[in-house]
């Protein structure tokens, strides 16, 4: 099956500065890449995905960028600001077929000093 | 819309004892999942139902049951709670798009 793997665990930021995460996958079949934002005793959100035929995709200061030839996909966050501080989860997965299974990584702690 | 709904938000069992955790939509989505949240440990699929009237196993099935009960409702059942079944639980739904809607968690603690 599909394992994904997610670094740095643990990200400490100035606020302005730009934070990255990155995350590995091991299926080459996997086509649909998501990225989850979960503040403190909340549910995940969608926050920006991509799927494999895009390599890049931004949405005003996220940015995700996928190489699919290593297999490994990125979030980037510029201009951080004290409300990102939050857990981010990268996931790879199929985007058809019947329940198109998502296989997480074990998730990054983001902290935006002020 | 309420989207993904979960009951109940906090419970406490002791070791041994059976619950159900229920979960619905209103999104008319096909696809329903459970998951369970461990730190340092993602998400982690339990079960999920592609459809009405299908179920399949995820990643970590054991010691839990699923019932698709109709469209709207996935409900998840622990017949014999241990302490290795302390989590949060997530109940997601997904539609047309590939991403998953999740529900706002349920907090289990197992003594």
């Known amino acids: 099956g599909e394992n994904v793997e997610q670094h740095p665990s643990t990200l400490s930021v100035q606020e302005g500065d730009s934070a990255v995460i990155k995350c590995t996958y091991s299926d080459s079949a996997s086509n649909y890449f998501p990225w989850y934002k979960q503040e403190l005793g909340k549910r995940p959100q969608l926050i920006i995905d991509i799927r494999s035929n895009v390599g890049e995709k931004k949405d005003q200061r996220i940015a995700v960028t996928l190489n699919k030839t290593a297999k490994h996909f990125s979030l980037h966050i510029t201009e951080t600001q004290p409300e990102d501080s939050a857990v981010y989860f990268c996931a790879a997965g199929g985007s058809n077929g019947a329940g198109n299974k998502l296989t997480f990584g074990g998730g990054t702690r983001v902290l935006v000093k002020p | 819309n309420a989207g993904v709904t979960q009951t109940p938000k906090f419970q406490v069992l002791k070791t041994g004892q059976s619950m159900t955790l229920q979960c619905a939509q209103d999104m008319n989505h096909n696809s329903m999942y459970w998951y369970r949240q461990d730190p340092g440990m993602g998400l982690r699929l339990i079960y999920y139902?592609?459809?009405?009237?299908?179920?399949d196993k995820g990643e970590v099935p054991n010691g839990y049951n699923v019932s698709r009960l109709n469209k709207r409702e996935f409900s998840l059942r622990l017949e014999s709670a241990a302490p290795s079944q302390t989590s949060v639980y997530f109940c997601?739904?997904?539609?047309?798009?590939?991403?998953?809607?999740f529900g706002p968690g349920t907090r289990l603690l197992v003594l």
């Open positions: 139902s592609a459809s009405e009237g299908t179920t």
């Open positions: 997601a739904s997904r539609g047309g798009t590939p991403s998953r809607a």
